[in-house]
């Protein structure tokens, strides 16, 4: 079937990319095809491909998406934390700050490339920005 000069896609009724795998494999920071190659080069820059299956991650576009989501569970953890500590525990200002401002950087630091992780697999399961571009999907 044809619509504006390009091949319609379809789509198979099992799903090769699970989401849940995929979202997990991401999590670790690990390729969402097989699991076993390193996503990440650095800490935050995506390899262009796994080193272990070849996978292409050239298509990705996470963007600001992994910073946002950061930020909202850190956000959602500490706020209930700090009012906690401070009803039960009455500390001085400064070493609330301390401990507080400390919390949310190493928190915010050690969840910045896992959301990233996330957010590539989410976009390589669903096909997204020409995720199996390449593929033809039959029925």
Do not use: N
């Not at 959301?115 to 995720?131: D, E, L, P, T």
């Amino acid at each position: 079937m044809r619509r504006g000069g390009r091949a319609m896609e379809t789509f198979v009724e099992g799903d090769d990319r699970p989401l849940g795998r995929a979202i997990a494999r991401g999590l670790l920071c690990r390729c969402p095809a097989c699991g076993q190659g390193r996503l990440l080069s650095g800490y935050l820059t995506v390899r262009p491909a796994c080193p272990a299956c070849g996978e292409d991650f050239t298509a990705q576009r996470a963007d600001d998406g992994p910073a946002y989501l950061t930020i909202l569970i850190v956000g959602h953890l500490m706020a209930p934390m700090i009012l906690w500590v401070f009803i039960a525990f009455r500390p001085q200002p400064l070493v609330m700050i301390a401990i507080f401002a400390s919390g949310c950087v190493a928190l915010s630091l050690a969840l910045l490339p896992r959301m990233k992780g996330m957010m590539v697999a989410i976009q390589w399961s669903r096909r997204m920005h020409g995720f199996g571009e390449g593929e033809l999907r039959h029925d």
